[in-house]
């Protein structure tokens, strides 16, 4: 699987890091992997799902922890989600993180016409659900955006229920179906590559999510491991669906054996 | 669909009174409706989701607000899921309204191998739900007993999400199924049928709810009328699965019309 590789598409949290309230702890020798590819000359991108945070911020937390990475490398769903807003004229009304808001601030939010959920972490209120619904309802024809569709995410101090699990909540409410900006949808994947100017047959997806990192990228035609760091758990190697091309301990690992076939 | 009746099932919110923080306010005509109905010699029995108080303190407001019940005559969810509980030697999380604890007092709670959810409202935290996850997510096979599986309910001040779209949060979360006890479930009203005594063929269900109590009663081989009052929307009678055997007004409507022909 490690053959005729030229771009490595890497997920962030719980490949690079763990994330936590305190910020984060780097997973160990995920800094140094991350030098080494640059190094190698192999194509590397950062595809994530993060949206608790601006890029900018997210990059800065990163470069922080000893992380080799800035702002125009990251694959984010919000810039792809205010891309669509702008194309389709919809004025959104955010149930987001506090610290997502100024990735939309040039969007005209006024009067929404749809709703934007994010992984909005401790904004996911009662009130904030409610208020979110009732925009929802009240629409003709209720158009829901939903910033990614994890189920759950791991932080230092236990799992957490992700955007996906609110945006099937308001699915259910308004009996509509939302439209995923981020992985594992196809397109936001395919953005990923192009930025990147690799084909996917010759693009790897190094992600700790089974379903969205790693079935969403092949089904775009890339390979795809799964890091046994992050949300990991040993129950997903028995998963129904999807079947990584390799299992590795951790990114060290993989850049280990993607670099010894250069 | 007036013939041949000897019961009615009525649901409460939406139905005899507009739920509110304020305690709620009776729907026009609805308290003299209950009078008649029992006046009439009918058989009646109060069906409720209602999952935010006990039944003694639940009827104790309805009592207050005029309404001619008693704790025996309703039929509601907490009750038929502590039946469960026991028979299945279940523990369970509760992930409820702080009113509806006390039914539960006599379940042992400790070592939790389930999880209950009702319509926690304001319990409907970040926090809350974290934690509901992380029990279910622990257990080898999650078991998930959701008490209704209601989209939204209607208060004084607006709509509000229902149990149901917490429900599909958690079951999206945790890839399971959760066992609903409540409307719309074929045990639920057929066990407020064996209690008043009247078989599906001769009973009329009265609700403001098109497919937990009207498309719910119809499959129990009831006759189900839906009053334009509560959580009603016009579109409902557009509604692609579930046709009301008629639409009224009101309560007092269809006591109207159910007592001219008796």
Not at 20 to 35: F, K, M, T
Not at 97 to 105: G, I, M, T
Not at 171 to 177: F, K, S
Not at 220 to 238: F, I
Request: hydrophobic residues 40%; glycine residues 8%; proline residues 5%.
């Amino acid at each position: 699987w490690a053959r005729a590789v030229r771009g490595l598409l890497l997920d962030v949290s719980g490949v690079l890091y763990d994330s936590g309230g305190d910020g984060g702890v780097p997973i160990a020798g995920s800094a140094e992997a991350v030098r080494r590819i640059k190094a190698s000359g192999l194509k590397l991108r950062f595809c994530t799902n993060e949206t608790q945070a601006t890029r900018e911020k997210f990059v800065k937390k990163l470069q922080g922890m000893g992380f080799d990475i800035s702002v125009a490398e990251v694959t984010a769903p919000a810039p792809a989600a205010c891309r669509i807003l702008k194309e389709r004229s919809l004025r959104p009304h955010l149930l987001v993180h506090n610290d997502l808001v100024p990735e939309f601030a040039e969007i005209d939010k006024a009067n929404p016409n749809c709703v934007v959920i994010g992984d909005a972490a401790e904004n996911f209120t009662y009130a904030n659900l409610n208020e979110a619904f009732r925009v929802l309802i009240g629409m003709e024809k209720p158009v829901l955006i939903s910033l990614g569709r994890g189920r759950y995410y791991k932080e230092t101090d236990g799992l957490k229920l992700d955007v996906g699990a609110y945006m099937k909540a308001l699915e259910y409410a308004c009996d509509v179906q939302a439209e995923v900006v981020g992985k594992p949808a196809k397109m936001f994947f395919e953005s990923a590559l192009a930025e990147m100017g690799v084909p996917p047959q010759q693009a790897i997806m190094i992600g700790d999510d089974i379903v969205n990192d790693v079935g969403g990228a092949q089904r775009c035609g890339m390979r795809a491991l799964q890091v046994r760091t992050g949300k990991y758990r040993p129950c997903d190697e028995n998963h129904p669906d999807v079947k990584p091309d390799a299992y590795v301990n951790n990114l060290a690992e993989a850049v280990d054996i993607i670099l010894q076939q250069l």
